[in-house]
């Protein structure tokens, strides 16, 4: 079973940065490696996602804010780079890895068989 490390979170101001970053002990060029976030309250949802067959995916609440890369040289190293942080952005994130298909559906998060501990991402002046 892969197992997924996160790190990176942390608190900063509306307006700031932070990069999460998400070891996997495999790697697997067809799965998905992907980003779930869960404020209090509320279910958990898909950020973005990057598979090598299937390409990025984001979810329209972090389009254009939120950019998810694959280390170029140690491939089991995906990275969430966040920028222009607002407080609905504060969430615990999870990155999570789906190994069953080579396209990242982030709606269907019963697809994703193994989940990191999650690291806290608190946006607050």
């Known amino acids: 079973q892969v197992q997924l490390t996160e790190s990176g979170g942390g608190s900063v101001q509306p307006g700031g940065s932070l990069r999460l970053s998400c070891e996997s002990t495999?790697?697997?060029?067809?799965?998905?490696m992907a980003w779930f976030r869960q404020a209090p309250g509320k279910e958990r949802a898909g950020v973005a996602g990057i598979a090598g067959v299937g390409g990025i995916t984001y979810a329209h609440s972090v389009r254009g804010r939120f950019t998810i890369s694959q280390d170029p040289v140690k491939k089991t190293i995906v990275y969430l780079q966040m920028e222009s942080l607002t407080p609905e952005d504060t969430a615990m994130y999870y990155c999570?890895?789906?190994?069953?298909?080579?396209?990242?559906?982030?709606?269907?998060?019963?697809?994703?068989?193994?989940w990191g501990q999650g690291t806290q991402v608190t946006v607050s002046s």
């Open positions: 999570a890895a789906d190994q069953s298909h080579n396209f990242c559906f982030l709606g269907r998060s019963e697809y994703f068989n193994a």
């Open positions: 495999r790697y697997t060029y067809s799965s998905c």
